[in-house]
């Protein structure tokens, strides 16, 4: 099987999530892996040259167009991504990034990966956090994917139903959604654990960063704790950190410093809403710190047993929770890890999304 593949309309700097560019860099490498591809054109850009993304079997070309402006991005968009995945002779063009163009139809078979539906439900849950015209485009964008695209990949059963009831409600034909699934890194450093709390904050009102701060400083009032609490991410302006010394914040961190201090905090504090997965109560388990975290239906999918779950409108649930993840002792913590490894491989990931290509593609050969 020969497939196209492109990045290079990512930069890690500038993305909007960091969660997405992450997903496109472990879909390439568990399909570079896997002995069914014989080729893989990797579209990529000046930034990603620096990445390890070298195999035997992937020829790169990189592109600096798409990430000069917003002008060559829309036309990397809309026109230079499919002029350039007939010229590499592929069958097939894999998005993992989830949007085609909306002014053509791919002239090869196109595979995309939609982490979820967030951006098109968001205006109906949050009134006035998107205007009218982002929301439009949005919902433009996602209904040109569905119409267009021979597989959809997502990376959950809740994110799966989820796209295939939006495109009802939209009186959409929708593709195959295939659920490749989604693996945290194993190779995470090892830190010398100190006095610290790590808090995720994002200025997103499905983050529901505002609960974060509050229940944590209400939690640090109650108990005496006098460790660190550092917070990291963005913030919306109507939203403070607490005064108190205990408390750090950041802002937004660079991916190795974010991965230091996960290492090093005893642990990991994560208020959600809706997520597609939710990979950072993952991520924190393999770096050996337990997670406390919103228990929603894809959280539930995706932890199982492991880590310390609680419900949003339950502050009690959570206190009770962060108190317990101090308490949790290291082979605990390593058992989770175990069990997460078992549940989402990037082997098994690789492996479904060949099937899915090899399936719908018409054979082997594809």
């Given at each position: 099987m020969n497939v196209t593949y492109s990045i290079a309309d990512q930069v890690v700097s500038t993305a909007t999530s960091i969660g997405i560019y992450n997903l496109s860099l472990g879909y390439l490498k568990a399909m570079q892996e896997n002995k069914a591809v014989r080729k893989i054109t990797l579209f990529g850009n000046p930034t990603t040259s620096s990445l390890d993304l070298g195999h035997p079997n992937t020829e790169i070309r990189n592109f600096s167009y798409p990430i000069r402006g917003q002008a060559g991005r829309i036309y990397w968009d809309q026109w230079g991504c499919y002029r350039e995945a007939v010229r590499s002779g592929n069958s097939w063009l894999f998005l993992p990034k989830g949007f085609g163009s909306i002014a053509r139809k791919c002239p090869v078979k196109l595979a995309v990966c939609l982490a979820d539906v967030t951006s098109v439900i968001y205006r109906e849950r949050y009134p006035g956090s998107v205007s009218a015209a982002k929301h439009a485009y949005y919902v433009w964008t996602h209904r040109q994917t569905i119409r267009n695209a021979n597989i959809i990949f997502t990376i959950s059963e809740f994110s799966r139903q989820e796209i295939m009831g939006w495109a009802e409600r939209q009186r959409l034909p929708c593709p195959p959604v295939i659920m490749a699934g989604l693996a945290a890194e194993t190779d995470w450093p090892q830190r010398t654990k100190k006095d610290q709390l790590l808090v995720d904050v994002r200025k997103a009102p499905h983050k529901r960063s505002d609960l974060a701060i509050a229940w944590t400083e209400r939690w640090r009032a109650a108990t005496g704790y006098s460790g660190s609490i550092v917070a990291v991410g963005t913030l919306a302006d109507t939203i403070k950190i607490p005064e108190h010394p205990c408390w750090r914040y950041l802002g937004r961190v660079d991916q190795e410093t974010r991965k230091n201090l996960l290492a090093e905090s005893r642990a990991l504090i994560h208020f959600t809403e809706h997520e597609g997965y939710g990979l950072p109560p993952v991520e924190s388990i393999m770096a050996g710190t337990p997670p406390v975290y919103s228990l929603i239906p894809v959280t539930r999918e995706v932890m199982g047993d492991t880590g310390w779950p609680f419900s949003n409108d339950d502050e009690e649930a959570f206190r009770h929770a962060l108190t317990r993840a101090l308490e949790t002792p290291a082979p605990v913590i390593a058992g989770?890890?175990?069990?997460?490894?078992?549940?989402?491989?990037?082997?098994?990931?690789?492996?479904?999304?060949?099937?899915?290509?090899?399936?719908?593609?018409?054979?082997?050969?594809?």
């Open positions: 989770w890890a175990e069990d997460l490894q078992r549940r989402h491989r990037w082997t098994d990931i690789g492996q479904r999304l060949v099937d899915a290509m090899q399936y719908y593609g018409g054979g082997a050969g594809e």
